[in-house]
């Protein structure tokens, strides 16, 4: 009877520590400068847009991840991801400091001073040729205190021997996030601004620690 | 840098902005001057983050940025400085929060100072500047930027490496919002292809300041002395001459200079009747002409095109148009004044529609009363304020990386209120100061592209 209990614990622990050195390794990219995140819309005058060059935060992928599309799996599959990013509300800048006041104002800039994203989870769609590595990204996104879970397409793409640029784009609509835009109060309600607009980015991250690639 | 070509002429953009604001005048124009002044729609220009300011050098244009100063309640004034205690007593009673410092050194180690005006005699600019990027206050430094060519480079130099310090230039006009929609009317082709340009300064004074003591007078009277005085056209002229660079998109190629002393004999080397031809890239000519003996017309600028004539006096502009230029449509309503024999058509931030772009046209009216140093000195407090929080959020996302601030300080560029930059302060303060030596030559001076180069 002990024999078999010291056998089966022995097994047990064999198994364990087999899981346990299966368990993914996972690689620090941080954010760095000269990322870009552009925000479109539209109103009952003209189209507008809003640039930011500032995304910051880190991301952490799975290190079995070949970044290489070539070396990829080609049916892609659930990659082990996580991401934390934030952009500074006020960095966002349109080409009229009057429309950056509204926008602030309406993206309640003095109480939420950042928009923050939260990864869930991260699919890698089946590969294309000649394509960057596309992703399928499910995450939670907190625009003005209000967060909602959003999936978008994002593309990762290696920029020289440690930076990864990660590019996605999302449409979302203002009213989700409880965003009203009070355009001036000269405009007389002529100008409304339009609920849906088109967030894209462009995220610029190098390796915590920078390391030959495999 | 290569000379621009002249005249970049960019009708779709001045067209683009037209009928924009057509559409806001034509359903709200009745409203919008009812509308006068109700406290939710002031001020049309939003209050930003508290800068501290310091003022070195508290003369006469010292005093005026000290008024200016008053009127903004973003920028308290907590130091004044000046060498000479009765000047540094009128400042510290026009602004009695301030600390008062007689060594600009101990005005630049207090804490509750971030920025500093500098307004001390042009040749002590440079030792000033220097110190002030160092310290890491932004800086606004009056123009001409220096006396010497080599001074206002080495002011360039440090305001390009201190790039958590923001500094701008005094071309007060660069920030007036008369003379920006007079830059894009013209930019446009509204007068056609630009020929030449007229500016004149006249006044009649003698430059020389009384003081109680023959010592003072001397340091007071550093106007008059050509080893630390650029002359009219290096303290006044500027003005004129960035004016016209700037409406002509252009830097001028050469400057031929005459000047003499012709009424105020007093021991003094600096001409008091002076002439400048500046003639630019595609050969169009500005004349800048200034005199200390006679006050007749005072000081104005008119741009002369194909298609008009364009007139700038104490902030308000008229155009005439020739009898063979095409209609723009708008003139036909416009308000008219005559000039002798001519009628002009005024143009007026608030009345051409260019201005009404986004902007109340009703606060506008108003709020051109303004001096264009008022503005000027707005422009600076929003712009250091945007450079602290543009450093403050990169420098708490990514840490000390100085190239990567610099590129993203210069990805803001467009966010800034229009103002007069490091590179604007010293092409002007090269090319007045090269003026000032054809005058004392009396000779034609070609302006090289490197003496530009920073």
């Known amino acids: ?214 | 840098m290569k000379n621009e070509k002249t005249t970049d002429l960019n009708r779709r953009e001045f067209l683009k902005g037209s009928s924009l604001t057509s559409l806001v005048m034509l359903v709200g124009g009745a409203a919008v001057k009812a509308q006068d002044g109700s406290s939710e729609e002031k001020p049309a220009r939003p209050a930003g983050a508290s800068i501290k300011c310091g003022v070195i050098g508290c003369g006469v244009w010292g005093r005026e940025i000290l008024t200016s100063l008053a009127r903004l309640p973003n920028a308290p004034v907590t130091a004044v400085c000046d060498s000479y205690k009765p000047f540094l007593n009128r400042a510290g009673r026009m602004a009695p929060k301030a600390e008062k410092f007689s060594d600009y050194k101990q005005l630049l180690e207090s804490k509750e100072v971030q920025a500093v005006f500098i307004a001390t005699p042009t040749y002590n600019h440079r030792e000033v500047a220097e110190a002030a990027l160092k310290a890491g206050k932004h800086v606004y430094c009056e123009a001409p930027l220096a006396h010497t060519v080599e001074d206002a480079r080495a002011i360039a130099k440090a305001a390009e490496a201190a790039s958590k310090s923001y500094f701008q230039s005094g071309l007060q006009g660069r920030s007036d919002p008369e003379l920006l929609n007079l830059a894009t009317f013209v930019r446009s082709g509204a007068i056609g292809k630009p020929v030449m340009t007229r500016s004149q300064w006249h006044k009649k004074e003698s430059w020389q300041r009384a003081a109680p003591t023959a010592e003072r007078e001397y340091e007071l009277n550093w106007r008059l002395r050509s080893a630390t005085s650029p002359g009219l056209v290096g303290e006044i002229g500027i003005h004129h001459v960035d004016l016209t660079s700037w409406f002509m998109n252009a830097r001028p190629a050469a400057v031929t200079g005459f000047g003499s002393i012709q009424h105020w004999r007093d021991g003094r080397d600096v001409p008091d009747t002076i002439m400048a031809v500046f003639e630019y890239p595609g050969r169009e000519l500005h004349s800048f002409d200034s005199t200390l003996a006679n006050s007749f017309e005072a000081a104005y600028d008119t741009f002369f095109g194909t298609d008009s004539a364009i007139m700038i006096r104490d902030r308000k502009a008229w155009m005439f148009k020739e009898v063979d230029a095409p209609l723009l449509g708008w003139e036909v309503y416009a308000r008219k004044e005559g000039f002798y024999k001519e009628t002009g058509i005024v143009l007026a931030a608030n009345s051409t529609k260019l201005a009404a772009q986004g902007d109340n046209p009703v606060l506008d009216a108003q709020a051109s009363q303004d001096t264009a140093l008022y503005y000027a000195i707005e422009s600076f407090i929003a712009n250091a304020g945007l450079t602290n929080t543009a450093v403050e959020d990169f420098t708490s996302n990514f840490g000390d990386d100085e190239a990567g601030l610099k590129e993203y300080l210069k990805d803001l560029q467009g966010s800034k209120l229009p103002s007069a930059g490091y590179k604007e302060g010293y092409d002007a303060t090269v090319i007045a100061l090269k003026a000032n030596e054809a005058i004392l030559k009396g000779q034609k001076l070609e302006l090289k592209d490197e003496w530009f180069e920073i």
């Open chain 1, 1 to 214: 009877m002990t024999k078999n209990l010291i056998a089966r614990t022995l097994v047990a622990i064999v198994a364990l520590s087999y899981t346990l050195s299966a368990a993914a390794e996972m690689v620090r990219y941080q954010a760095r400068p000269g990322s870009k995140v552009t925000i479109h819309g539209t109103s009952t005058f003209h189209d507008w847009d809003a640039t930011g060059h500032l995304i910051g935060g880190y991301m952490e992928l799975d290190s079995s991840l070949p970044l290489d599309p070539a070396k990829a799996p080609a049916e892609g599959g659930k990659v082990n991801a996580n991401v934390h990013s934030q952009i500074i509300v006020r960095s966002l800048k349109s080409e009229n400091k009057k429309m950056d006041d509204v926008m602030h104002a309406a993206l309640k800039q003095d109480k939420h001073p950042k928009i923050e994203y939260q990864l869930k989870e991260l699919v890698q769609l089946p590969k294309k040729a000649g394509e960057p590595l596309a992703f399928e990204a499910t995450g939670d996104l907190t625009v003005a205190g209000v967060t909602k879970t959003i999936k978008m397409p994002v593309t990762f793409e290696k920029v020289g021997d440690d930076r990864l640029k990660v590019a996605g784009k999302v449409d979302v609509k203002m009213s989700d996030f409880g965003v009203v835009v009070k355009p001036p109060v000269l405009a007389l309600g002529l100008i409304k601004v339009g609920d849906e607009v088109k967030l894209a980015f462009e995220w610029i991250t190098a390796r915590a620690n920078p390391v030959a690639q495999k």
